[in-house]
């Protein structure tokens, strides 16, 4: 049975630092994880940022490019999403998503690719 469950939200202020993690239990090592974020008001999640577990590659949206870093460890199945230079526009509730196949992360701006979802995480960067 999978599971995935997200953590790390919370607010701070413009300019400022937040991680999140990502922990997927029930996979093999070949699988995918993506973060995605829905903000207040809109209907459509984004794609934020997506990782292969296998080998590490890596896909981000071109709204966080430069700020936003994704990293995995596979021996403890933890995905990471460190970011940096938040802006209030970063404000939405973000969640952790996984693929059973390793090459899906390419796929970071479709979410109906993604089979299982964490329950979201919100960050809310305010002065």
């Known amino acids: 049975q999978v599971h995935v469950v997200e953590s790390g939200g919370g607010l701070v202020q413009p300019g400022g630092s937040l991680r999140l993690s990502c922990t997927a239990s029930g996979f093999t090592s070949h699988y995918s994880i993506g973060w995605f974020r829905q903000a207040p008001g809109k209907e459509e999640r984004e794609g934020v940022s997506c990782i292969s577990i296998t080998d590490g590659d890596t896909v981000y949206g071109d709204s966080v490019k430069g700020r936003f870093a994704i990293s995995r460890d596979k021996a403890k199945n933890t995905v990471w999403l460190q970011m940096n230079s938040l802006k209030p526009e970063d404000t939405a509730v973000y969640y952790c998503?996984?693929?059973?196949?390793?090459?899906?992360?390419?796929?970071?701006?479709?979410?109906?690719?993604?089979?299982?979802w964490g329950q979201g995480t919100q960050v809310t960067v305010s002065s």
């Open positions: 998503a996984a693929s059973g196949h390793s090459e899906t992360y390419q796929y970071c701006d479709r979410g109906d690719e993604y089979d299982f």
